[in-house]
């Protein structure tokens, strides 16, 4: 192509966090111009927040739909390409189907959808427009976590046998949604997150972690989830047992109430011949044991890489990068596999998480919800 | 007292892991004095053993039985004080009730005994005898354990939310015990092991660990175990949901065939007020978050410690004390509360594992037997 | 401002290192947007580089006068503001020279110049033209570097007695230059170069990060430089003594055939009441010592932080910014202070690197240099 | 030989910290009995010291000399095989001749002597009594720094190019002297210190690991000494430059007012095909980079060891050692020659730190001070 793609979003207004999160991981790359948004429902809010922005106000609209329909009769050379959603959960279903139904590609934040059922009707939906959707399963991006999926896919590991995985935060220790912490308020509440509170939030992160890495579905769970913030009813912690399809086991911890952690993210995984250990909060190393040889450190750029870790290096070895850029990494498999449909070329394999990333999340929220309920009874996925 | 103690020894014949080990924990701090031992059932292995430890003839026995008959009736001067047990668990029980009933106290190896109904019956002599007992749960010997307990009973955590604990090694990977390894081949059998495999071995660390330094009891447990290894019956692998007694929740991850793995025991616990974690294989720190302040890391002989963490660090700070020191410090409060009971005198708070320990361990590795067997239904431990 | 600033680039076409990373961290924070570039002085190069930028060929210019002064004659609503310099050091005067004279302000990569002498006529001309001028000493960008500055700037550490800077690399271990790898070619030529091979390429990022973070003068250095690659005329490694102009001392480590290293980059300073260590592999940590508690480990928006690290940090606590968001500070910076510019208002402390900093950094190497071929005497650095 | 061995002390009363280091060091490993003590001139605490140690009224003397002679008198199968003597600097030497010249083999704690004359004569003392002569550089006991010395001596790391040694404490930070503290008072005074106060006490620690490990000497150094705290005479602290006997280079670090330091001792050796890295504070891991590989880490018992790491770890992999153990390997192979001795037999490479490493440290030491005198010039050590 020879020109940038246009992005329009949908949330993100001025103050939002993860709004910020997209704009900046849509622009490192350089593929992306932000040309549009509905960044709240809020119009002033809405232009105040274009205008920081560098929009124009023609451009900045009080809800997705008007600009939907809008952008939609705009000239091909300035209309926008696809949506970016980033508003609470409950917001993903609307703006998705409607984007799409109108000729435009999404990307997506995570938890998919408010419900298993949207994410059901979001995948026929997709299936009927043809549409590109991607889901910033951000974690996924990094090149160490790439390294990890590509020593397990190659079999250096062998066969799988016992995974760790904790997804760990401490934001919610106290009652901070009663001070009128903006991301607190709708994270806690089940009308905008769902039937999961952490498990939504980040639990859906460690599940897509686990199944990429691995490259292995979890079949069954047994979930023993906690309420520890005063007046809350939606779960902030939880221990979760494992059994992968392939007969290996493992445990899975989340918390937003584990006092002093920050985005404590991390997964071990054990298999016959070898095993791997990667942390979120320092991405630029990948551990591994060997049964016959000593530990091995890799890092992004260095040695002895994997094609598919070095391709979404950026910098060379011993130059940290870090949230922003694996977040990136998806908008740039995003973009590319965009701008090749655009110019009616094939991407093999576009490694970024789709619907079907989606509609497994989902599928995890409502077993380990179950799970639990039935006092941590063994409960499929699907 | 103006002399040392006077220790014998069963089991420990030379190439013995554990036996060296209490032998070596003993001498550090210049308190034991290592006098007769039943080496070997070997007779000639028994008097090789001795001999390499520079013992005369005369106190190298055949069986744990002559030992304590012959050593009963040597003159008060010469005559051992205590018994050391180090042998297989199996072995545990006899020549500690046997030691107990003519007149000797007594250091044993855990878990206590190969069976629950045995830890009951060893507490039902204890308590006849009125002799002591240590039961070397050693990691609660390290000055950074000491200091996480203190911290907790002191209430500087708060209510204790969430707990993590993991031990993990990978040593049982592989068939080793085909091989004809020693330290493998009793472990792995049920007739010298009892009903738990690496439940017995290191799972009763990791239990006795979080007890003891949180100060509540586990409650109830699910457990998941994994027999991994071929031709194996007993677990080497498994994965818990703990909750305690406070409503606290957790995880306990256990492994003999973590690859890579060598003996990372380490345990995360989070309260209301603060959070800590420590790790073995780093034991000479304790990291702790805080509410308000920023993560501080506590070091043996450090600044602002519990005197209970103090007391237990024999060198100043920055000069690493290991897996030895830990294990010496339940030998050195074990001998302190020795002398001072032939001394008349009495000690508030001798501060050593003992037999009410080795009944929990017990305990616990029936219960998560139990509840694996019923498909990981919640089991109290009791 | 209503709109983006403009950025034009001169170097950086397909294949270069640092012109990537200027355009990726002048991107990130969507203030800027390139339009313009004489990306190699191969015309059909910089057109091939443009376009994989997605710009037009008439912004794609065969060498930076071409386009200094194409654009120059563009409508204000078209032209360029600012240039971005990513060229070998012998490639940073003339242009910037060139276009703070025809009414541009300069983005320049370090060492500043090839000469002290064109550093001097450098600074002179900002006098004169009143220009803005960033030096892009990227390491200071880091929230936990600007946290280091402000414990000392505050106090907090004492008076400053001691500090151990190293810089480390082991890309030119064995001889790349002649296997024509680009960035090891100029970097050993003197001719592109300068006088300072390791000195000028990372020693001047670790004289600056010393003077930045202590915000005290290095008075003089003992210099004991290295050639360790085959041919080589410029020293690939170096062993430094300090003298700050407070009587604090210290060591200075740089090394470009540390084999293994990546980018070992990092610091320790310690002052009569407490101590400080940042390593920039590891960005997000500051650790800290007191003289009377505990380690304290900062982290980007954790707790506790000066507003200078507040003011940094883009994302929460726990996710990890890297080498990217520290150099897209100083773009940040610069353009908020070119906008602020534009707009006649005044910035107190606009916080980037300036011409200061680059004559700061040529007299360094000079000092170096002489020191070394006077067998390592103590030199001012002036 | 079929009993152990007898050791006698010279200091180390009571509240003495390196004696009571060497007392569990040399116990450890059951080959070494305390048997009497020249615990302290005062002749009513030297028995107070020896009844805390269990020993008899009559083995406690009141000075080195009279322990000496009478030990000399005593019954060969009751008299002391060897001293220890853990006195301040000054009061090395004398003991130490005298227990040489009555036929007693001598372990001497570091720096050798109070002067380099003195060091000359025990040199002549040893060569003419043919003794057997110990110096405790701890240090080198660890397992991981016989791996790191044997991956050098069999040419792993191919030709070194550049060394980095620091050893950095914090506990003069403040004036500790002036408060009674007893092990400052004697270190900060150049009668019982010589004319090196950390350079002796610590220097020659990381001079002699340096050599130790690369097989290399020190060639020249240039030294900038610092004396930070009120009212000393003696280095505090220092920052040298090294040059090798082969051309590499080097920096060494040394303070006692690195606020916040414990006891940081730490070695990175860079060579033309592989590097390493060991920490003192974390002892049980050897961090090693190579040209073609990624990391490896090595760890005691681990993978891939050489037999001279190997042969000094006692316990499995993960189960750390400590500062104890890796003294008491000097005295374990101290013993274990001295036994070979006793029993007419000859021990290849006995492996402990003798005369040779106390002159190297005294030359070390002149060389240094010499050089600060003369504004760091270069100087030899010889």
């Not at 849509?26 to 929009?55: N, P, R, Y």
């Not at 059994?243 to 016959?272: C, D, P």
């Not at 990068?321 to 070329?345: D, P």
Request: hydrophobic share 40%.
């Amino acid at each position: 192509m020879t020109r940038k793609l246009r992005m329009g979003m949908i949330g993100g207004g001025i103050g939002s966090f993860i709004g910020d999160v997209h704009r900046k991981a849509a622009a490192i790359d350089g593929m992306i111009d932000l040309v549009c948004g509905a960044f709240s429902s809020d119009a002033e809010k809405s232009k105040q927040s274009g205008k920081a922005l560098f929009l124009n106000d023609d451009r900045c609209y009080t809800d997705f739909k008007e600009m939907i329909l809008t952008e939609k009769q705009l000239p091909e050379d300035k209309r926008m390409d696809f949506v970016a959603i980033v508003t609470p959960n409950h917001m993903h279903f609307e703006p998705a189907k409607m984007a799409l139904e109108n000729g435009f590609h999404v990307v997506c934040d995570k938890p998919m959808t408010l419900t298993l059922d949207e994410a059901l009707e979001l995948e026929a939906i997709l299936k009927r427009t043809g549409k590109l959707f991607a889901l910033t399963h951000n974690y996924t991006g990094h090149p160490m976590v790439k390294q990890a999926k590509a020593l397990i896919t190659n079999g250096d590991l062998g066969k799988i046998r016992k995974i760790q995985v904790q997804y760990l935060q401490g934001w919610l220790s106290t009652s901070v949604e009663k001070t009128g912490q903006k991301q607190a308020s709708w994270r806690i509440d089940p009308k905008r997150s769902g039937i999961g509170g952490a498990l939504g939030d980040i639990g859906t992160h460690a599940e897509n972690l686990v199944e990429y890495i691995t490259g292995l579905k979890i079949d069954e769970i047994a979930a023993d989830l906690g309420v520890f913030g005063e007046d809350r009813v939606l779960d902030d912690d939880g221990n979760l047992l494992l059994r992968m399809e392939n007969g290996a086991k493992g445990t899975m911890s989340i918390s937003q109430i584990a006092l002093g952690e920050e985005n404590n993210l991390a997964i071990k995984v054990y298999g016959e011949k070898g095993s791997l250990e990667w942390h979120q909060e320092n991405p630029n190393q990948l551990i591994t044991h060997w049964l016959e040889n000593p530990v091995k450190v890799f890092t992004p750029n260095g040695n002895d890489l994997y094609p598919e870790a070095i391709n979404v290096s950026r910098i060379p070895a011993g130059h940290p990068e870090g949230y922003l850029e694996a977040f990136a990494t998806i908008y740039k498999n995003f973009a590319t596999h965009l701008m090749a449909v655009k110019n009616n070329k094939t991407i093999e394999n576009p490694d970024y998480p789709t619907v079907n990333d989606g509609v497994r999340g989902m599928q995890f929220i409502y077993a380990a919800v179950a799970s639990n309920q039935d006092n941590s009874t063994w409960t499929k996925i699907k």
